[in-house]
């Protein structure tokens, strides 16, 4: 049950992590169109006049930088694409960081074989600049991993061209790391150092705004708490606010504990130990909702109602049901002991068909469960006095705690004679058990 909890506490942040991710790989996809762009635009207006001794290597060299920026400006397209259209998966983010790096690589690879270069002029390319935008671009998808493997891949794939290439350093060779050394080869570096810059200051900005609508979220989350039992608080966040406040009608069971003789008990007693009685109670109330995983609809003074719903409902009612009992005879014991009044509780189960949800606004939002289920287990908590009984449950409740294939759950019940609640035709049928002290 633990681990659910915390499950559910998880949830709905790595819900928030996954929109942010979504909307971070349709940035990239723009900011790669951006880029391929606006490094080709940047070609276009930098490369001049090559010299003559070494223009039919750069014409090769040109067009094959054209023709990865049109690859490069095809992926940005495609990935758009997946995005928009909801095809995009999280894990094709990991092919396509994969790309990213093997683009940066493959044509800074062309570049020495095209201009014959030793491996050890890598940094003279311009695509080896492109490495700040790739590795920009993992920092947008809020991965450590992806940023590591990202990282791997391109220290890995520089240092193998770095020592790979056996090209001898002639004069020829020099000749073209001069050029690539000019003031065109410069100003798309500059270029590529300022793309990695805008990158960042996306980056950035995506992180600050994950970051305030995780802020406004929790902050959204604490004050609904205020108010709504941390369950269904949990299922707001999976479902939506609207779509809780439409309501539904499903199957429930619903307890209601009260306290006998608090009323009388509580004439006369100082205000500061009667809030610390009542206090205590609705603790050891929310306890026992807690383990058996209930919710706390409301406290109504000295009483409280409970619903159950989800898997094994009727189960956790009765369970719930017992546990309060046993807590509540060692409180009572524990306070006779120190010489003070005994605590004594008539408890009310009944299972069937309520309407649930949510109303108010937001600055009251409240759960309430309604319907003749409800009214019957209210009617049943009152009917503990009349048969001297601690616990009074409906024989839909046990039935619906039936083992697949077996008796229902009557064992240590008593069965009361058949009683016709008011607003009701057909008598219904009972069962209780007595409080444990009242027993023998």
């Known amino acids: 049950m633990i681990s659910r909890m915390r499950q559910a506490r998880v949830a709905p942040n790595a819900t928030l992590l996954r929109e942010a991710e979504l909307r971070a790989e349709k940035v990239v996809s723009l900011l790669r169109i951006f880029v ?38 095809g992926l940005g397209v495609f990935t758009l694409w997946l995005t928009l259209s909801g095809r995009f998966r999280r894990w094709m983010v990991w092919p ?35 490495v700040p935008v790739v590795l920009a671009f ?13 990282v791997a891949l391109i220290v890995g794939g520089l240092s193998c061209l770095i020592f790979m290439s056996d090209y001898e350093l002639t004069d020829d060779v020099i000749l073209r790391a001069q050029h ?23 980056a950035a900005s995506a992180l600050r705004s ?28 999976a479902e939506g606010l609207e779509e809780l406040r439409h309501g539904r009608r499903q199957v429930m069971a619903v307890l209601f504990v009260d306290i006998r003789g608090f009323t009388s008990w509580a004439e006369g007693k100082d205000p500061a130990e009667v809030g610390e009685f009542v206090t205590e109670y609705r603790i050891r109330i929310q306890r026992a909702a807690r383990q058996t995983q209930g919710m706390v609809d409301k406290f109504i003074g000295d009483g409280a109602m409970l619903v159950f719903d989800g898997e094994a409902a009727a189960d956790r009612a009765l369970h719930c049901a017992l546990c309060l009992s046993e807590d509540m005879e060692e409180w009572s014991a524990l306070r006779q002991s120190e010489g003070r009044h005994a605590v004594k509780v008539g408890i009310g189960l009944h299972w069937g ?3 649930s949800g949510v109303v108010g606004d937001q600055d009251r939002l409240e759960f309430t469960a309604l319907g003749d289920t409800v009214n019957t287990a209210a009617r049943l908590e009152q009917m503990t006095k009349e048969c001297g009984m601690e616990i009074v449950v409906s024989a839909a409740l046990l039935e619906a705690c039936r083992p697949r294939g077996g008796e229902p759950a009557r064992e240590g019940w008593t069965e009361l004679p058949p009683v016709t609640l008011r607003g009701r035709s057909q008598p219904i049928a009972l069962f209780g058990r007595a409080r444990p002290g009242d027993v023998g």
């Open 36 to 73: 391929s762009l606006g490094l080709m635009l940047v070609f276009v207006l930098a490369v001049g006049t090559p010299p003559e001794e070494i223009a039919a290597i750069l014409h090769r060299q040109w067009l094959s930088a054209v023709l990865a920026l049109l690859s490069y400006l």
């Open 353 to 355: 068909e309520v309407f």
């Open 138 to 150: 993992a920092v947008l998808r809020f991965n450590p991993y992806l940023q590591a493997y990202c």
């Open 96 to 130: 396509v960081v994969t790309f990213d790096c093997m683009f940066m690589l493959l044509n800074t690879w062309v570049g020495l074989e095209n201009v014959a270069m030793p491996g050890a002029l890598t940094f003279l390319l311009p695509p080896t600049w492109l």
């Open 210 to 237: 994950l970051l305030h609508r995780s802020l406004i979220e929790t902050e959204r989350r604490l004050s609904l708490t205020r108010y709504l039992p941390s369950r269904l608080v949990e299922r707001m966040q």
């Open 180 to 202: 690539l050394l000019a003031g065109p080869p410069n100003i798309v570096r500059v270029v590529m150092i300022l793309l990695a810059g805008v990158v960042l200051v996306v």
